[in-house]
């Protein structure tokens, strides 16, 4: 009864006051919180800062509507509701766990338990009767929606369920309001949570639906296997694809209002072992018209970028993985150089976002419409500005060159892992070593990280082995960046924690690492005699162009992202 001696010590209960309540607690079965609140003798937010400090443990206010929903089903809803607890945020494998009763040892136990099946560790904290009830009010939120839809189904359907796969059948149930609804639910969901893409995969025994956030997946619910085939081939009559072609990948896009805004899909269907899987890219215009800044692109890298752009003619080429943001950093440039006096064509697969004042294409493989093809007609639309999606055989890189060398601008992409591998991937190609220098004008290889949310960022001091990692990548700058860079001692680095504001990840949005390849006279002699990616990259290092491990480094040291993240994209290990 610790908390009812601590307000009789406060003065807030008579002696009298206090033992009555003890018998009420003996009697009634309650707990002294229980019977606290129900006598209204003190506020909630009041008796539970009196309990954290009594119980010395952290008292957490968590906002409902922030936590991702993958994150609340970690713990089954019958233990919440037993045991008064709730996980609400997940830092790497450590579960945040909020408790009513974090003293009781039943519960105590029983999280012991849970973590130990599911190979979790945890952290608790205090939270109050009604942050809980909220929490659970919140985890029914995407699943009520989504049973009271199956249920619709169940009663309206019955036995046409059953024959779900039958192909005459499957677009008739597909336009019925139930699925209808489901579908409208998983849309807006990925679009209220910030979720980049929606990934609805069938298994063996359930239909798994995850989202992307921050460019990591997160689980967010499982149907039931039967609605598979409805599911599919409603989001195939919204995209304007074939619903009884399930053979074969197929690729389209369609737009929904949600929030009082315009939202394009893109959708990309693909056969796997137990059905179709569906891939939704969530393009939120806002995202294609970010300035540099934004993207992530300081010092040395913005100069070199902004000065290229200003260059009458010439090939800018981008480099990274699926993902990366290449296209978003391309779409940020041609943002810049849209003017009515330019005359921009593009020729793409696909089309990510439309740009009011630019001719873009979409190429059609199926058809013959290639990247090549495409780019061989935008050479007779009279273009001042050419974007081609991606260089990806030898006459669209041979193509690419001509227009760059007959006054063009040509932005467009390769895959390589990193800048300076673009001029050795070129030779490869067919194209001449003599007609590198003149033609390419910079290299933008990227990759994506998380930033650290502001509002709940900390102060840490890194272990041994990660400061050693830091001072290494420090010496190895070059010398213009480096007596730029100070070096706080003790070394303080900046950790995620999390937030409301940040679902309690500890993140907020990404940026892009960058490594930025300029042209120059010393690059162009050494491209014609011996054209080699190590003295390419030495050569590069001594103008002073930033690896992105360098790069993510600093980064590190202003508090925009994290240790962890930048190994994590560049592939390095400390």
Do not use: W
């Not at 249920?151 to 019955?158: A, F, L, Q, R, S």
Request: aromatic share 6%; glycine share 6%; hydrophobic share 40%.
């Amino acid at each position: 009864m610790k908390l009812l001696q601590e307000l009789f010590a406060q003065g807030i209960l008579s002696e009298e006051k206090m033992d009555d309540l003890k018998k009420q607690v003996e009697k009634t079965g309650k707990t002294e919180e229980e019977v606290i609140l129900a006598k209204n003798i003190v506020p909630e937010d009041f008796l539970f800062n009196l309990k954290s400090r009594v119980f010395n443990i952290s008292l957490k206010k968590v906002d409902a509507a922030e936590v991702p929903p993958d994150i609340l089903v970690l713990i089954p809803e019958e233990a919440s509701i037993n045991y008064k607890m709730a996980s609400f945020a997940k830092v790497e494998n450590s579960v945040q766990v909020g408790m009513v009763y974090p003293e009781d040892i039943a519960a105590q136990n029983a999280l012991r338990f849970l973590a130990s099946q599911e190979n979790f560790t945890y952290q608790v904290y205090l939270i109050t009767p009604s942050n809980l009830a909220n929490l659970l009010k919140q985890r029914k939120t995407i699943s009520a929606e989504t049973k009271k839809a199956l249920e619709e189904i169940e009663e309206e359907k019955g036995e046409i369920l059953e024959n779900l796969g039958n192909k005459p059948l499957t677009g008739a149930i597909a336009e019925e309001a139930p699925i209808i609804k489901m579908v409208l639910v998983i849309l807006r969901h990925a679009v209220e949570g910030n979720a980049s893409d929606i990934h609805i995969e069938p298994s063996r025994d359930k239909l798994n639906i995850r989202f992307r956030l921050n460019g990591i997946l997160h689980s967010s619910l499982s149907l039931p296997l039967k609605v598979h085939p409805a599911v599919v081939a409603r989001i195939k009559i919204l995209s304007g694809l074939k619903i009884d072609e399930n053979r074969v990948p197929q690729d389209g896009r369609f737009s929904e209002k949600m929030n009082n805004k315009d939202v394009d899909f893109r959708v990309s269907t693909f056969p796997t072992l137990y059905g179709e899987k569906v891939e939704i890219r969530v393009l939120d215009s806002s995202t294609g018209l970010r300035s540099f800044e934004e993207l992530g692109l300081t010092g040395r890298n913005l100069e070199v970028v902004k000065a290229t752009i200003k260059k009458p003619y010439g090939m800018i080429l981008f480099t990274g993985p699926t993902g990366s943001g290449k296209t978003t950093t391309q779409y940020a440039i041609l943002r810049i150089l849209n003017q009515d006096s330019v005359n921009i064509v593009t020729v793409e697969d696909p089309i990510e976002y439309s740009i009011a004042g630019i001719n873009q294409s979409q190429v059609k493989p199926e058809i013959g419409y290639t990247f090549a093809r495409g780019l061989r007609q935008i050479l007779r639309q009279d273009p001042n500005i050419i974007m081609v999606g991606e260089i990806r055989d030898e006459e669209t890189a041979s193509l690419a060159v001509n227009a760059a060398l007959t006054g063009h601008v040509v932005l467009s992409t390769l895959h390589t892992n990193s800048s300076v591998g673009v001029v050795p991937r070129l030779i490869d190609m067919g194209v001449r070593p003599f007609l590198i220098p003149s033609t390419l004008k910079a290299v933008i290889s990227q990759r994506l990280i998380r930033i650290l949310c502001p509002h709940c960022k900390i102060k840490t001091r890194p272990v041994e082995k990660m400061k050693d990692y830091i001072l290494e990548r420090v010496r190895s700058l070059p010398v213009s960046v480096k007596k730029e860079v100070k070096i706080s001692d003790p070394l303080l680095i900046y950790a995620a924690k999390g937030c409301e504001v940040c679902g309690f990840t500890g993140y907020s949005g990404r940026m892009g690492l960058f490594e930025v390849l300029s042209m120059s006279d010393e690059l162009a002699e050494l491209i014609q005699k011996n054209p080699l990616e190590s003295l390419i990259f030495k050569v590069a290092q001594k103008q002073g162009m930033l690896t992105m491990e360098q790069e993510g480094i600093l980064k590190v040291l202003k508090g925009e992202t994290t240790i962890e993240e930048v190994t994590r994209a560049t592939a390095e290990k400390y």
